[in-house]
């Protein structure tokens, strides 16, 4: 493989393809890469699914990197029919493949035009190893634009490797984004040296720098002063409620969390949240009263992600949840207009808990 890489990459003679062939990895690779990102952003997301389109696109790319420079007219091609963050990542990795820095810049200026697009930029960068991006990053996290800036902190967020000194500067970043991004890094470094300027976020104007400064502190030992932000995110419903509500759980005494999980239950607005929190709690005993919960269709997503977190083994288990009216009942069917999503199977998974 290391012999295939040299001989693909740049400077090497372009080769004779089979167009079509390559045509099928470079949108076989686009495809995998953003099925992958959407499966990880599942609540739980499925590792072992997630594991298997890993090797798949792997060997996808295998093919790219075989093509070598020729491959670059069907990337392009492939992001103009269909410019989604997958054909984006497709293309800034094969930029970083070749090390072709104009390729990569063109991938940079694809990737300003919303949040989708970053993420399949930021995945390119998280699929190379650290060494192979390292130069560009280190220019990123000092430029002068906001946009590097951003890249450069989420490539460090990929791959765990802290900017030292660069970090104190960058959680005060002007720009909301970086700001966000390296609340974050420092949480996960734990940069007990940031603790103040983490301290600071949780005044912040803008509310995801607020939640990352907040799930910051949390990693850090210091959750007592981050439960009411954390809190306030998890059931507010954005895109960050999960991990806010992962971190609320962490951030307070047991007894805590189940007393403030106890006040959202009495609430229709909040009750969901609640029985989803409950998977978080690492309590098995809980079994019997999610099966309850499964049993009310505004509660049954939440029932049934807290289920698989609990135990993951039934994934295995394929008729512990459907998608037919006929077998979720007619509640779920006026519930869900007769288009439920995957839920459990409250009998069945009662029937299956006696096998434990």
């Not at 499925?46 to 295998?62: F, I, K, P, T, W």
């Not at 497709?90 to 940079?108: K, P």
């Not at 560009?136 to 900017?163: E, N, T």
Request: charged fraction near 25%.
């Amino acid at each position: 493989m290391a012999a295939t890489r040299k001989q693909a990459g740049k400077g090497a003679p372009q080769r004779p393809i089979v167009a079509g062939i390559v045509r099928q990895h470079a949108e076989q690779a686009a495809f995998l890469w953003a099925q992958r990102d959407t499966l990880m952003q599942a609540d739980p997301p499925d590792l072992a699914v997630v594991a298997g389109v890993d090797s798949r696109l792997e060997a996808n790319l295998d093919g790219l990197r075989i093509a070598g420079s020729a491959a670059w007219p069907l990337v392009v091609a492939a992001y103009e029919d269909f410019p989604e963050k997958g054909e984006l990542f497709l293309y800034a990795w094969l930029a970083i493949e070749q090390s072709d820095g104009r390729r990569l810049d063109e991938a940079v200026e694809l990737g300003r035009k919303g949040e989708d697009d970053a993420r399949g930029l930021i995945g390119a960068l998280a699929w190379h190893r650290p060494q192979a991006i390292a130069a560009k990053v280190r220019d990123w996290i000092g430029a002068q634009d906001a946009f590097k800036r951003f890249l450069g902190v989420s490539a460090c967020l990929g791959h765990g490797v802290d900017p030292r000194e660069m970090l104190s500067r960058l959680v005060r970043d002007p720009d909301a984004r970086v700001r966000a991004a390296s609340l974050r890094l420092a949480g996960k470094m734990r940069r007990t040296d940031l603790v103040e300027e983490l301290r600071a976020g949780l005044e912040d104007g803008q509310e995801q720098p607020r939640f990352w400064a907040a799930w910051a502190l949390t990693e850090l030992g210091s959750g007592d002063l981050a439960s009411a932000e954390l809190r306030k995110v998890a059931v507010g419903g954005g895109p960050d409620a999960m991990a806010a509500l992962r971190a609320a759980v962490k951030a307070a005494p047991d007894k805590d969390v189940r007393a403030w999980m106890g006040g959202l239950l009495k609430s229709p607005e909040t009750a969901a949240v609640a029985v989803r929190g409950a998977g978080m709690l690492g309590d098995r005993t809980l079994l019997h009263w999610l099966v309850h919960q499964m049993r009310a269709p505004a509660l049954a997503v939440s029932a049934g992600a807290a289920f698989l977190e609990l135990f993951p083994q039934a994934r295995s288990e394929d008729k512990l949840f459907s998608v037919e009216p006929e077998v979720l009942g007619d509640a779920f069917a006026t519930h869900f207009d007769d288009s439920p999503p995957y839920l459990p199977v409250a009998e069945r998974v009662k029937e299956w808990a006696k096998g434990l």
